[in-house]
């Protein structure tokens, strides 16, 4: 079981991510902008963080960028999810920071896996 923070604006999405994870036993936090998902962060140490690319403000890719420069985020591993699909924008979410890239619209039947793919086993146990 792993405690996920996901930062994603919007509502339908959050609630999918939201459900599928608790569904299988998983603790979810949840931001709705850049900043308060750093702040999150920063204040719970999540095990993983959701982050959506396209964000009100401050965008993805400072988001983590600024989570992988600060020592205190820096480990924590950092998932994309974004439903651009331009060439270039996983080299681009990989250099900001991010350890994968997951696309949107979420798939129910492989978003876990998709998510727990980055958890060590240990965590990535399905919950009681
Ligand atoms: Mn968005």
């Known amino acids: 079981m792993a405690h996920i923070l996901i930062i994603e604006d919007n509502e339908n999405n ?3 991510s939201t459900f599928i994870l608790e569904k299988h036993g998983h603790r979810v936090s949840a931001a709705r902008d850049g ?13 993983l963080i959701l982050l959506d690319i396209q ?21 924590i591993p950092i998932i994309a999810v974004t439903s651009y699909a331009m060439a270039g924008d996983r080299e681009r979410i990989l250099a900001a920071g991010c350890q994968g890239y997951i696309e949107k619209p979420i ?4 978003f876990l896996e ?8 240990d965590l990535s146990a399905t919950g009681k």
């Open 55 to 75: 964000l009100p403000g401050m965008d993805g890719y400072a988001v983590a960028a600024r989570l992988h420069n600060s020592a205190s985020t820096s480990s």
């Open 14 to 16: 959050l609630y999918l």
């Open 107 to 110: 798939n129910p039947e492989t």
């Open 114 to 121: 998709q998510v727990l793919a980055h958890l060590p086993s």
């Open 35 to 47: 900043e308060e998902g750093i702040r999150l962060a920063e204040e719970l140490r999540p095990d």
